[in-house]
């Protein structure tokens, strides 16, 4: 049974339009240019939601080649080891500065600084500039002098959709793996085909049709089953240990779900979260309810155990 805190929170997220003395949720047309626009603007303005940045996190902006970042730290710690963070927001959205408070979190419970890397967006740059910005601030990361002992993947979403994708490119142009890989609701099949995208429609906090017009946006010109784009349909053969979760009412939980099935099968050591009547990214929402607590400390314990800390 969900807390009363998370039911809260849910009943809000779900009737926000509600607050804005709307009786129906605005329907979108996410084929409209000017949609897209409005949503990047919305995930900006919304940034604040997640809460302040704590006064013990420092950043500091870097710039690798043409590739915006930042490095979110402790204040008094090094940074030995890393979590390179994968934004989300539907690869049509997301800056750093949306993604500093929600990653300011991992940092804080790990006391592990993060990469967070500020990646191109479709439509102007659909595929493959998301994942060739991945590949390249990993690439970074190497050059700086770290271990891929030493460094964890986290991602959100469509971020944790890349995620799970660079890991399968990273695999396959012969570089070294990092020790582990966090995804939360991730994307991994942009053709849409898992039942939860029709079961859960009506209760998941996505816009109806935005998965849809995603797909398009962000493969392109390109097959949406192309392994580096949905990487459910990849070989997931010698991948480092991941950790699954997804929110029993999103859309996204079947794409969780079949990933965590077919790395399994695949001799993959993967563990898979369903939260029992959560919605998207609900671990993200730590500390608001207890279910989300509970899911940011084990992703900390599974970050901390596999980069040896």
Not at 91 to 99: A, D, E, N, Q, V
Request: contains cysteine.
């Amino acid at each position: 049974m969900l807390s009363f805190r998370a039911r809260l929170v849910k009943f809000l997220l779900m009737n926000r339009h509600l607050l804005k003395f709307q009786i129906r949720k605005e329907l979108v047309d996410w084929n409209k240019y000017e949609s897209v626009l409005n949503f990047r603007d919305q995930v900006e303005t919304g940034a604040g939601k997640f809460g302040k940045l704590p006064e013990d996190i420092r950043i500091s902006p870097v710039n690798i080649d043409t590739l915006y970042a930042e490095w979110i730290m402790p204040a008094d710690k090094g940074n030995k080891k890393v979590i390179l963070y994968f934004h989300g927001g539907g690869y049509i959205s997301g800056t750093c500065k949306s993604h500093q408070a929600i990653t300011s979190k991992f940092v804080k419970a790990t006391g592990i600084g993060a990469l967070l890397f500020q990646y191109r967006l479709a439509p102007e740059e659909p595929y493959p500039a998301a994942l060739n910005d991945a590949i390249s601030a990993y690439r970074w990361l190497l050059a700086q002098g770290f271990e891929p002992s030493d460094i964890v993947f986290v991602g959100d979403s469509a971020g944790g959709g890349l995620c799970l994708a660079s890991l399968l490119a990273i695999r396959d142009q012969g570089l070294p793996l990092p020790a582990a890989a966090v995804a939360y609701s991730p994307v991994t099949d942009l053709k849409c085909t898992g039942e939860t995208y029709r079961t859960k429609a009506k209760i998941c906090l996505s816009p109806e049709g935005m998965a849809q017009a995603i797909a398009r946006h962000y493969s392109g010109d390109e097959d949406p089953a192309h392994p580096y784009i949905s990487p459910l349909y990849g070989d997931l053969a010698d991948l480092p240990p991941l950790l699954i979760f997804a929110g029993e009412d999103e859309t996204l939980c079947d794409d969780a779900v079949r990933f965590a099935e077919k790395a399994e099968k695949a001799g993959v050591d993967v563990t898979l979260r369903i939260g029992e009547g959560m919605f998207h990214c609900y671990p993200a929402m730590a500390p608001l309810f207890p279910e989300a607590t509970k899911a940011l400390q084990e992703i900390s314990t599974f970050v901390r155990t596999h980069i040896g800390c």
